[in-house]
């Protein structure tokens, strides 16, 4: 048994601005369900939603995630990064070096994402939404591959990536060194048990897994807080395959 990949959750400033942004920038539907909140339903094979979640924190640091985004050309990079600006979204230094071909944006509160150059082999069968780029170790690539039941596609020098057997995104991480953590990640996966009755198993499959509980005192009605082997926070939710 494995979970399914509910959604990737952002917390926002603005979760209705925030999610507006993202709407128009993929072509997604947004809806604001009474149980999920702000969530986009994809239009295309992704496989996961979008939940925008509220928060009164303030991004300081880079995410640990973020998009991957394909172009087919010069033209359509461009395009795709003319877009993104028009919606709001900004150019941003990382440490990228100027011989690199993609382009690093931010949306309008600050959470980065790239606009790969065409030609890139590893995402060449990818949509537009070529990968989920974590930062993360070999063992919590390997934590989400028996996690979520995604073959392993790319697993060399500490760098991991897996993928859906039914397309869509590849979600790496990139090894160490890791980043330094100074503070709760502003994204983070929420799963879905395969029925309601088997939360509570699959939270303990999990931990036999190799996560942890990080809040016991939660209230455990909607979703259930834990954090994979690298201390990234990510919730198992009390409906199944998107129902409540």
């Given at each position: 048994?494995?979970s ?9 400033n603005?979760?209705?601005s925030?999610a ?6 993929l ?7 009474p ?13 996961f ?13 880079q ?16 395009q ?18 100027p ?21 890139n082999?590893?995402l ?12 993360g ?38 090894g160490?060194?890791l ?26 499959r ?12 939660q209230?455990?009605t ?23």
């Open positions: 048994m494995s399914q990949l509910f959604a990737l959750c952002f917390h926002a603005q979760p209705l925030l507006r942004f993202w709407s128009e920038f072509g997604w539907e947004m809806t604001d369900d149980h999920d909140g702000l969530t986009l339903l994809p239009s295309d094979d992704t496989g939603r979008l939940r925008f979640l509220p928060t009164q924190e303030r991004k300081v640091d995410n640990q995630m973020h998009f991957d985004l394909t172009s087919t050309s010069l033209e359509d990079q461009q795709t990064v003319a877009r993104a600006l028009e919606l709001g979204a900004q150019h941003i230094d990382i440490g990228q070096r011989e690199e071909g993609h382009v690093v944006l931010a949306d309008p509160e600050g959470n980065e994402f790239c606009v790969i150059e065409p030609g082999k590893f060449a069968d990818c949509g537009f939404i070529g990968a989920l780029a974590c930062d170790s070999q063992e919590v690539g390997y934590f989400w591959s028996r996690t979520l039941g995604f073959p392993l596609v790319w697993d060399q020098d500490q760098e991991t990536a897996i993928r859906s057997p039914h397309g869509g995104p590849k979600i790496t991480w990139g160490p060194p980043m330094p953590r100074t503070g709760k990640g502003r994204l983070r996966f929420d799963l879905a048990p395969a029925a309601p009755d088997d939360r509570q198993t699959e939270v303990e999990l931990l036999s897994l190799g996560a942890t509980r990080i809040d016991t005192d209230d455990e909607d979703q259930i807080l834990l954090a994979d082997p690298d201390g990234n926070e990510f919730g198992v939710l009390r409906r199944a395959g998107g129902q409540t």
